[in-house]
Structures are given as C-alpha cells and as structure tokens.
C-alpha cells in the first residue's frame, strides 16, 4: 500500500503570499490531518477532515484553511504569509479518527522570508 | 482538561543502555487511546504503538516495551540495549472525545532521544 504522499516537499515564499499544500492519504484512509512542526512547539494541531467535513480544528487563525475532495485527499492553504509560518507542515490520515494510529507524510517544508 | 506531559526534553544515553521515556497523561473520559511515535532526523514520523484505556498489559516488541498505568496516568516507553539508529524524538499522544464529541489527538512536546556510540 503507498504511504501518504504530499506536495511539495519543500516551499519557499515571501511574506503576503500563499499558498497551497496538498496530501494524499493511504488508501481506504477517510480522515485527514494537519499539524504544523516548529523547533520547541511540537506537534500544533491544525484541523482534521473526514469525509469532506471539517471535524475537528485547532487554534489557529482564518488564514489556515483546509478541504477535503471526495477522493480524500486533502489540501490547507495559507493566505498572506508572516513569518512565523515557517515550519514543517505534517498531513496524517487514518481510518477514522485519532482512536486509530495516524499515517504520517514526510511533510512540506515553507520557508517565509 | 486534556494534556500530555513528556517532562524529559532531552535524554542523551551511550549506546547498549537501556532508556525509558515518561508520559504522563491528563483526561476526563473512561474511554481513551493512548500512542506513540518516532520521528528520525529525516522528519517522517512514525506510529510505534497503539493503547486502549481498558488494556493494561504491558507490550514488548523486541527491544522496545511500553508500561500503561491507569493508577498514575502514566504510559511510559522503555528501549533496552540502546542503539545509534533509536536516536530521534519521541512524542507521547493521548485520543479522546473533545466538546464536540469528536476524537481528537493530543500531543506532548516530545522528548529528543541522543544514542551515542
């Protein structure tokens, strides 16, 4: 079975911009999540979607949206860029909520300078 | 309210040691799911372990071992013999209901695993 694949590995923008990152899950997976990774805040939730619905979401401003197609996959977009959204974003699919292990992608690296 | 504690941030062991990782956890429900990770310097993270509230048998998968205590809330990660390629940072997840009756993870703040030769 492929793993959980996303595009593209690594960004880099200038501040005001956006941009759009996709992840494809594991096959069969209906759940999809992001977090944002940065050195000394660990694992920041971002939101969770099943089956095209926002499920679940995190503590982050309206410029982080997400959506979800009926294939699964899933895509966040991030509207005029600060700096501080440099990280490494992280998308995990699993069967059908966090009761189940997650499957994570290697991530997409956004540098916002 | 909901929380995961990894009081170790950073662990550095020489190799052939055995090492274990605290996790306390923190939540309201009966029901609950309790994770590990691994995540290596080339950044993928990677699922370890899986944990019902209702399971306390403690695991053992070669090398590694987990100690679910429902008394202290605790579920913590041993390795035994310590090897180089253990080096990584290992994060602690608990599942349960949030406000909204849905399951949602919550994280702790991971603890950097060194393993020197």
């Known amino acids: 079975k492929a793993g959980v694949t996303q595009t593209p590995r690594y960004l880099i923008k200038t501040r005001g911009q956006q941009v759009t990152l996709s992840c494809s899950p594991i096959?069969?997976?209906?759940?999809v999540s992001w977090y944002q990774q940065t050195p000394g805040q660990g694992l920041q939730f971002l939101f969770e979607?099943?089956?095209?619905?926002?499920?679940n979401k995190g503590n982050f401003p309206g410029r982080f949206s997400g959506r979800q197609f009926s294939n699964s996959r899933s895509e966040m977009n991030v509207s005029t860029l600060e700096l501080g959204d440099s990280a490494l974003y992280l998308c995990?699919?699993?069967?059908?909520?966090?009761?189940?292990?997650?499957?994570f992608g290697p991530g997409t690296r956004l540098t916002v300078t | 309210a909901q929380k995961v504690t990894q009081a170790q941030t950073e662990i550095s062991v020489v190799e052939k040691e055995d090492v274990t990782l605290d996790c306390v956890y923190e939540?309201?429900?009966?029901?609950?799911?309790l994770f590990w990770y691994k995540q290596p310097p080339s950044g993928e993270l990677v699922f370890l372990i899986r944990?019902?509230?209702?399971d306390e048998q403690n695991e053992i998968s070669g090398r590694y071992s987990w100690n679910f205590q429902k008394s202290t809330s605790s579920f913590n990660f041993t390795i035994t013999a310590s090897q180089v390629v253990d080096s990584a940072v290992y994060f602690c997840?608990?599942?349960?209901?949030?406000?909204?009756?849905?399951?949602?993870?919550?994280w702790g703040l991971g603890t950097s695993l060194a393993v020197n030769p």
């Open positions: 995990a699919s699993s069967l059908q909520d966090s009761a189940y292990e997650q499957y």
């Open positions: 096959s069969g997976h209906r759940s």
């Open positions: 979607y099943f089956s095209e619905t926002q499920r």
């Open positions: 939540t309201r429900d009966t029901t609950y799911y």
């Open positions: 944990r019902n509230s209702f």
């Open positions: 997840a608990l599942s349960d209901l949030n406000a909204g009756n849905n399951r949602k993870l919550i």
